[in-house]
């Protein structure tokens, strides 16, 4: 195969080489440092073209190539072709209930620094939160080597968000409606690159898909658990969004009519079933006990927790089973804190999928995120790199004309 095969019948020399250049770098942005013969077969773009895209890229400063290890055999050793991490990063932020965590994440998807703060239910303003925030982006700044490029900023929310322009419709547990989330952050963080915006649990599902725990599938679900449940889902590859970006909102399937009341307007949704509060209720432990207190206790054998969490488990069992027949995923992922209740309640999940439809339950993993805590947040870099990724010499173009 070579470079044409990728392009569409009427596309300019000038697209094909954009779009080669974009295969290129997000080859070498998924996998890391790599050889040209490997990037030969991951890209099926010809060696020589290969060099010639890899020699403008590298003038970009976008990769650079390097000789690796020892030679074996004739002839010259093979080039590695390698991400420019440190020179070329965006700025992450997941914003939580309880905390912020910001992150410089160099091209390749790697965290290079990073700060954190917590939250109170008083520092929810969003003005409030975002100037924190900026005070956090700024000593991120302090540890940035001189000649970096900053080429965007992702956000991952606990909220519906519309996709077009990054304003958030509903956040429930931050109390935001209808919140510029995306002017704001031009505003007070950072007012010169492109600012996306999306849901949290969207975010994990695109990591953990491009370089987690999923990567070597097509179909997954992962639920993002803490004061509530959001899901992202991709299908063939594909993240499933809806017309305006605000498709699996699975916290707010209401599981239980006559159930607790929701932060949404709602009752008996699924969040309030198996959130953090349901967890709370469910195992005896006190309202302003943490998800890790109530591990810690399950951990220790105690049997009140234990009871309570197979009963989470059981009702969570029912939401996943019709997230499955919906759905019919190769893998669930359970991330945020409830990958930690995970080895509490998969027995109970496992029992409610095999009540379900059997063909789309047959050989469904249900597994904790391969990227840990960090899946939202990577996700929130990894939808700030796709204008590079998409466009590598244009965007880096409209970068240094805005500058």
Not at 87 to 98: H, K, N, T
Not at 143 to 171: F, Q
Not at 186 to 195: D, L, Q, R, S
Not at 321 to 330: C, D, E, G, R
Request: aromatic share 2%; charged share 20%.
């Amino acid at each position: 195969m070579n470079e044409l095969s990728h392009a569409r019948p009427g596309r300019t020399q000038d697209e094909v080489r954009r779009h080669n250049l974009s295969v290129l770098l997000r080859a070498v942005h998924v996998q890391g440092p790599t050889s040209r013969a490997r990037l030969t077969a991951a890209t099926g773009l010809n060696r020589s073209t290969i060099g010639t895209l890899a020699a403008e890229l590298a003038e970009a400063g976008l990769i650079r190539e390097e000789t690796l290890g020892e030679r074996h055999g004739a002839g010259r050793p093979s080039l590695v072709v390698t991400p420019e991490r440190e020179r070329v990063y965006v700025l992450a932020l997941d914003i939580g209930v309880d905390r912020v965590v910001a992150a410089r994440v160099g091209l390749g998807g790697q965290i290079l620094d990073r700060r954190q703060f917590g939250l109170s239910t008083q520092d929810y303003e969003p003005v409030k939160l975002l100037r924190r925030a900026a005070t956090a982006t700024r000593a991120l700044s302090q540890t940035t080597p001189g000649r970096s490029l900053l080429v965007g900023v992702g956000i991952a929310v606990p909220a519906i968000v519309r996709r077009d322009d990054g304003l958030v419709r509903l956040a429930p547990n931050l109390g935001w409606v209808d919140v510029p989330l995306a002017d704001l952050v031009a505003k007070h963080v950072a007012a010169t690159v492109p600012i996306s915006v999306g849901n949290d649990a969207d975010l994990g599902a695109l990591a953990e898909h491009v370089r987690g725990g999923a990567a070597d599938v097509q179909d997954l679900i992962y639920l993002s658990g803490e004061v509530g449940l959001g899901g992202g889902i991709i299908t063939g590859g594909q993240a499933m969004s809806g017309v305006s970006g605000y498709a699996g909102e699975v916290g707010h399937m209401v599981i239980n009519p006559g159930g607790r009341p929701c932060h949404c307007g709602g009752r008996g949704c699924l969040e309030t079933e198996v959130g953090e509060d349901a967890v709370r209720a469910a195992t005896g432990h006190p309202a302003d006990a943490s998800f890790g207190d109530v591990v810690a206790a399950a951990a220790r054998g105690e049997a009140t927790t234990l009871a309570g969490l197979r009963e989470v488990g059981r009702v969570l069992g029912l939401g996943v089973t019709n997230m499955v027949n919906i759905f019919n995923p190769a893998v669930v992922i359970f991330g945020g804190q409830m990958q930690h209740l995970l080895p509490y309640v998969e027995h109970e999940l496992r029992e409610a999928l095999a009540s379900g439809l059997r063909p789309s339950s047959d050989g469904v993993r249900l597994i904790a995120p391969g990227l840990g805590d960090d899946s939202t947040l990577l996700g929130a870099a990894e939808r700030a790199f796709e204008g590079l990724l998409d466009d590598p010499i244009g965007r880096l173009s409209a970068l240094r004309a805005g500058a």
